[in-house]
């Protein structure tokens, strides 16, 4: 059984008539509108909601527990998907670790219409609770796969004419500058290393975040959505 925590994430769950709900949570001390509005929402799905005197730490007064994570999709069931768009966002996190990370890009490719984001199976963040809030309920609407590799899948995009931005502090080419095209997959590395070679060398182009500050760097979640920003700029609503 899952915890989701949270205002945001939990009222994106209620919303959201595909996620079995266990059981709701809410502390006793917790007032006003939201409240309100989750308890016409629990109501509506017919949740019963089991008020307590303990406050989960950061959950701001409320917590879901969920039946199962089904947050994962099948990477041909989005390939099929993604191969009748004329115009798409992909995001791929190549051995992403922080769960704050991961739960804040999650936020940015949703706000910036992200199709889909991927993830290896093997050395990268999953989705747990941090995510989920760190998220603020997007979660619910970008679509994440785990693939066994990412060289393979980069090549599979390619063939259904997406072409694959690196982000890299070394790259000649300012993310500033770039016309994107229609069907973009932007590749975010480790927070640490960045991009495995591999994988670098599997991208059309590496594209760099120009700077002006005596710091040379971004957290990656931030590049991410500074990055998106631009990429969303091309796409038309």
């Not at 994962?72 to 995001?91: C, G, H, P, T, V």
């Not at 490719?109 to 984001?117: K, N, R, S």
């Not at 999953?126 to 785990?146: D, M």
């Not at 599997?202 to 500050?213: A, N, S, V």
Request: with cysteine; glycine share 6%.
């Amino acid at each position: 059984m899952e915890r989701v925590i949270g205002i945001n994430p939990v009222l994106e769950v209620l919303q959201n008539r595909e996620k079995t709900i266990e059981k709701l949570e809410v502390y006793k001390g917790v007032r006003g509108e939201v409240l309100q509005k989750i308890q016409r929402l629990a109501s509506e799905r017919n949740i019963k909601i089991f008020y307590t005197n303990k406050k989960i730490e950061n959950s701001q007064g409320f917590c879901i527990f969920l039946t199962d994570y089904d947050y994962y999709r099948e990477f041909d069931e989005i390939l099929e998907n993604m191969a009748r768009k004329s115009q798409s966002i992909i995001l791929i996190l190549d051995e992403i670790q922080d769960p704050r990370n991961f739960g804040a890009l999650i936020r940015s490719a949703e706000v910036f219409g992200v199709d889909a984001i991927i993830i290896p199976e093997r050395n990268s963040v999953r989705i747990n609770e941090t995510v989920v809030k760190t998220s603020t309920g997007a979660i619910e609407y970008v679509p994440i796969v785990k693939v066994t590799n990412l060289s393979n899948t980069i090549e599979k995009l390619k063939k259904i004419d997406y072409w694959v931005y690196g982000a890299a502090g070394e790259a000649e080419s300012s993310s500033a500058e770039e016309q994107y095209p229609q069907k973009v997959v932007l590749v975010l590395g480790n927070e640490g290393t960045g991009l495995r070679k591999k994988v670098r060398e599997y991208c059309d182009k590496l594209i760099k975040i120009p700077m002006r500050g005596k710091i040379n760097s971004l957290n990656v979640s931030v590049a991410g959505g500074i990055l998106l920003s631009e990429i969303a700029k091309f796409h038309k609503e």
